[in-house]
């Protein structure tokens, strides 16, 4: 299928004042809210090892469809029908472009979800680049943003799934797009990832401790560089940011991403 791109023509106000930009980019995102911890269903190992799990991530449906089987949580799908069931969201997932095809995985999930719940599946929406996060490090991942495409509903909840969550930024870049269209997205699960990343929100703390120790100078340059400002930081990459020494690394190992 060709799914060729979609230009979003929503919002341009809104987007350009959280933006800061003169020229938009492909890629959405905004402020967080209360939003929830993202529901993991499972251990990572125990995902990444499971002999269906490469092929799954290739693009091999009936791969994705086995390890979804084997290790999609009943208990975690009782908590989302009891916290999200009222709101009759439709399921998104991310149709994340790996180097080796098109992850399977987010999608088997979204159907199995939908299949158990009585909920609405979107399989429309799909990723428009290759950014080959898995396997790279925290620097790669926020270089090369995702972007989407696709019809949104507006006034409709989503809830977003994927198969990994390690710093978040996949999972924003598709919240800000389906907000920039009009939806509303109340909350998100994936098969497995990171503990500490379930958070997605961070605390002011955490920005106020990044702003005292690179100062004005690095949040000025991240915002004309990519768009948004520390608001829209997952609070995995405001940690990372918060480790990183210097202002001068930061650039540095962000430009080398974009150029590898």
Known sequence: MDFGFWILDFGWQIRDEFRGMDEPNSY??????????????????????????????????????????QWASEGVVH??????????????SAHAVEKMGVNAIPQALADSLGQ?????????????????????????????????????????????VDDFVGQGETLENL????????????GATALTGKPYSVKFTPDEESLKQLRNKHG??????WTERFGFGYECLTSSEARYLLRTP????IRDRIAAAVEG
């Open 28 to 69: 959405f995102r905004f402020p967080w809210e209360a939003f929830p911890d993202v529901w993991l269903h499972a251990d990572e190992h125990v995902v990444k090892t499971h002999v269906s799990y490469t092929a799954a991530k290739a693009g091999d449906l009936d791969s994705a469809l086995s390890l979804v089987k």
């Open 79 to 92: 908590q989302l029908a009891t916290e999200f069931d009222r709101h009759e969201p439709i399921l998104v």
């Open 116 to 160: 158990q719940l009585g909920w609405q599946v979107d399989s429309g929406i799909i990723q428009t680049n290759v950014v080959a996060h898995t396997g790279a490090d925290g620097f790669t991942r926020m270089a090369r943003q995702a972007e989407f495409s696709g019809d949104v509903v507006a006034g409709r909840n989503y809830l977003m």
């Open 216 to 221: 004005n100078e690095l949040e000025y340059w």
């Open 246 to 249: 210097t202002v001068d690394r």
């Open 175 to 186: 919240r800000g797009m389906l907000i920039e269209a009009g939806g509303f997205v109340i």
